[in-house]
């Protein structure tokens, strides 16, 4: 097989191993699956994309690619946002978009064995048929992989009280770099052998093994009574001290999101939904307490929206107003999109820091003449400002990157971390070189010279 380089050979090659309907090298293509949203990182066209439908199929398909020296870059939907799923010069993008199983559901014991390329949300449905919850739900829940979530740590807007995606894998099935394939982790409530493997590959973006297979942790549906506190703030500042004081407070709500006016306009112009057009920030909680515990604490929530400037504060237990306002959270990152290309960030502060960080954003944005929307899980101070430029504009482009390196370097001042939920992938290896530091630097080189000491998995990707 030597010598093999263009993607028509490869493809010859690689039809040997797998159905050559699933087998893709026309440059159509290869442009479709170069890049994931994030394509403000740097990407190429790959030799092939592979569209993989059994653990047994990526081994052979990796140890193709290591006989070769070809990269692999892992891919789930390719809605990641940090450039995670880009492709580089000889790569094969191995995509697990069409492994979709439910493997077993155990009511018994409360967990989902799953392929990885199963949409977030069809495991939280299939679940809700037996009973049980799945938590992690980012707001690409509907568009987003399991196997994806995982590489990323994804968390969402619920795990401010519930935790993220690490909080529910409790195993997986890898394939390594040598083509062997492994089980990690169990299916017992707890289980304390040997290193935690299953940890490790979760927030490694793909760059330590191919994730094929899940075992998550599923709770309870029943047992929630959710109620919507609502509140319009005149500033992002005074949402930031609401979000602090809720903290203070030493309240838990099961949501809050924070949306501001450019988001808002965004949405309801391109949903035509009703939306509040008189508030600079919107802050939506959730609390789901059962009982008088959760009218207690919903008036508590409401109490400190007002007391932080909130007007028009609302509380309601109607499901159908509350599932459209969060509807519209959800909304903002592909509204804001059609009004350019959007360079995301995922910066993370302790939650007593929001409100220096919402007054930073602003300052960079007035600084570099860049528009900066903000959407956040303000509850656990991830941040989401959104820069944008418009489609083609190479000054604005490029000023944008300026405000985008330096709110990185105030998060990491204020003590927070360059990704929450997003992973690194290409866009914030810079910052998160800096996070990490010199020496625990070295130790995921270790690591990674460990398990895929021929860097055939996403190499460059997650540290520098």
């Given at each position: 097989m030597a010598g093999i380089t263009t993607p028509e050979r490869i493809g010859t090659e690689l039809a040997g191993l797998i159905p050559f309907d699933r087998v893709l090298t026309d440059p159509e293509a290869l442009a479709r699956y170069s890049h994931d949203r994030a394509d403000w990182a740097d990407f190429t066209a790959p030799l092939a994309v592979v569209l993989v439908v059994t653990a047994d199929e990526v081994s052979a398909v990796v140890r193709f690619a290591a006989a070769l020296g070809i990269r692999i870059v892992p891919r789930g939907a390719g809605t990641g946002l940090s450039g995670g799923a880009n492709a580089m010069a000889n790569s094969i993008v191995l995509s697990?978009?069409?492994?979709?199983?439910?493997?077993?559901?155990?009511?018994?014991?409360?967990?989902?064995?799953?392929?990885?390329?199963?949409?977030?949300?069809?495991?939280?449905?299939?679940?809700?048929?037996?009973?049980?919850?799945?938590?992690?739900?980012?707001?690409?829940?509907?568009?987003?992989?399991?196997?994806?979530?995982?590489?990323?740590?994804?968390?969402?807007?619920?795990?401010?009280?519930?935790?993220?995606?690490?909080?529910?894998?409790?195993?997986?099935?890898?394939?390594?770099?040598?083509?062997?394939?492994?089980?990690?982790?169990?299916?017992?409530?707890?289980?304390?052998t040997g290193y935690d493997l299953t940890g490790l590959m979760v927030g490694s973006e793909g760059t330590l093994g191919v994730i094929t297979q899940l075992t998550v942790k599923l709770l309870p549906l029943g047992g929630r009574d959710e109620r919507a506190i609502v509140g319009y703030f005149p500033s992002l500042d005074s949402a930031g001290e609401a979000v602090a004081a809720v903290a203070r407070a030493g309240i838990i709500p099961a949501a809050l999101e924070l949306v501001d006016r450019t988001c808002l306009y965004a949405v309801s112009e391109w949903q035509g939904v009703d939306l509040p057009q008189n508030a600079d920030t919107l802050l939506l909680a959730k609390i789901d307490e059962p009982g008088a515990r959760g009218d207690e604490l919903s008036l508590q929530l409401a109490d400190i929206f007002r007391a932080a400037g909130g007007a028009d504060v609302q509380q309601s237990s109607d499901s159908d107003e509350t599932d459209r306002l969060f509807q519209a959270r959800r909304l903002a990152y592909p509204a804001l999109e059609r009004l350019g290309p959007v360079l995301t960030e995922d910066i993370c502060v302790p939650r007593a820091a929001v409100p220096m960080m919402l007054a930073s954003i602003q300052e960079s944005a007035a600084r570099h003449v860049v528009v900066i929307a903000n959407i956040a899980h303000a509850g656990d101070g991830n941040l989401h400002p959104l820069i944008i430029a418009p489609e083609g504009d190479l000054a604005v482009k490029a000023r944008a990157k300026l405000a985008f390196d330096e709110i990185i370097a105030r998060c990491l001042q204020l003590g927070g971390t360059v990704t929450g939920e997003h992973g690194v992938g290409l866009l914030k290896l810079p910052g998160a070189a800096v996070e990490l530091g010199d020496r625990v630097g070295r130790m995921h080189h270790a690591v990674k010279d460990s398990l895929d000491p021929e860097h055939l998995f996403n190499p460059g990707k997650a540290f520098s």
């Open positions: 697990l978009e069409l492994m979709t199983d439910v493997i077993e559901l155990n009511t018994a014991e409360r967990y989902a064995v799953v392929q990885a390329g199963l949409i977030n949300d069809d495991l939280r449905a299939a679940a809700a048929t037996v009973g049980l919850w799945y938590p992690p739900d980012p707001a690409s829940s509907a568009i987003s992989t399991i196997g994806g979530n995982a590489a990323t740590n994804a968390g969402g807007i619920c795990c401010v009280k519930y935790g993220v995606t690490r909080d529910y894998v409790l195993g997986m099935q890898v394939v390594l770099a040598d083509g062997d394939i492994v089980q990690l982790g169990r299916r017992t409530a707890k289980g304390a």
